[in-house]
């Protein structure tokens, strides 16, 4: 059981900067791979960013370049650094965290929404 918890959404003009953060509890150990998706309206879920427990990340085309994510594993925080916002970014960011062991399995936030508009 891992519990998941995103703050830091907000509305941001273009071209600013917005950092979400995921709390994670529970048995974090068995967590492979930590990331954030989005869904904005009328859309698909989509993947923004990943990171294995190894450091290794992976980024959407739209956001490379753009937007970091990283792990504080003292402090049990998963961090979405987002700069140069585009209205596009505009939606629901959920944070993730998929184990592999002993199962295959996807634990989820409540999500938090960003807007970005002038």
């Known amino acids: 059981q891992v519990q998941l918890v995103e703050s830091g959404g907000g509305l941001v003009q273009p071209g600013g900067s917005l950092a979400l953060s995921c709390a994670a509890s529970?048995?974090?150990?068995?967590?492979?791979?930590w990331g954030w998706y989005r869904q904005a309206p009328g859309k698909q879920r989509e993947l923004v960013a990943t990171?294995?427990?190894?450091?290794?990340?992976n980024y959407a085309d739209s956001v490379k370049g753009r937007f970091t994510i990283s792990r504080d594993n003292a402090k049990n925080t998963v961090t979405l650094q987002m700069n140069s916002l585009k209205p596009e970014d505009t939606a629901v960011y959920y944070c993730?965290?998929?184990?592999?062991?002993?199962?295959?399995?996807?634990?989820w936030g409540q999500g938090t929404l960003v807007t970005v508009s002038p």
């Open positions: 529970g048995s974090i150990f068995s967590i492979n791979t």
């Open positions: 990171r294995t427990t190894g450091g290794g990340t």
């Open positions: 993730n965290a998929r184990r592999l062991h002993p199962t295959e399995y996807d634990y």
